[in-house]
């Protein structure tokens, strides 16, 4: 699970927090089993470090923190956060201190797609298909989630599907031929 951790030292009264965001735990989608590649520099932090912000439920409209740093470690997307002081922001800040709400989401553009299939193996060798792997990707926010697609971080949605490649909406096709049979 997931897990949002005051800084040391601010246990009571801090309102910056560490979480984990994103990892590499598949997560099954209408096109098959999704992973979200941490190595190397498959992750550009880029957009979070700099004007990162942190939502309730990935509404836009329900800004409750801003993201001071964001880093990849151990194979998961870790950020540093600080919660907002408005009254909206203190209700989430406060289900999060009490332990209410544990868990985290990321919306993402991924940029580069390995699909890997049933019973082979991923270009480095670390995942057996079938898969698709985001390689390349763009975490767009971070949000405190109530309920996630991952429950080891809650890896969330990914911004427009216009990024998937043509083969796997053609295997979704097909597997909805299949079971027309």
């Not at 964001?70 to 989430?92: C, H, K, L, P, Y």
């Not at 049933?118 to 390689?135: E, L, Q, V």
Request: charged fraction near 30%; charge should be negative.
């Amino acid at each position: 699970m997931g897990q949002i951790l005051a800084r040391e030292g601010e246990e009571d009264t801090g309102r910056r927090r560490i979480l984990s965001f994103s990892s590499e735990e598949p997560v099954d989608r209408y096109f098959g089993p999704e992973i979200l590649d941490h190595a190397g520099d498959a992750v550009n932090l880029q957009r979070l470090n700099e004007i990162g912000v942190l939502l309730f439920n990935h509404d836009p409209d329900k800004v409750v923190g801003r993201i001071l740093k964001a880093w990849v470690e151990n194979g998961r997307g870790m950020a540093e956060v600080e919660f907002d002081t408005d009254a909206e922001s203190e209700v989430i800040f406060q289900k999060v201190r009490s332990g209410t709400l544990k868990t985290t989401s990321v919306r993402y553009r991924v940029d580069r797609w390995e699909v890997v299939e049933a019973g082979k193996t991923s270009g480095d060798g670390r995942f057996t298909g079938p898969c698709s792997i985001a390689r390349k990707w763009t975490p767009v926010e971070i949000t405190i989630a109530s309920v996630p697609a991952d429950p080891t971080v809650g890896v969330g949605r990914s911004e427009g599907e216009e990024a998937l490649p043509l083969d796997l909406w053609e295997r979704q096709i097909q597997i909805n031929q299949n079971k027309m049979r």
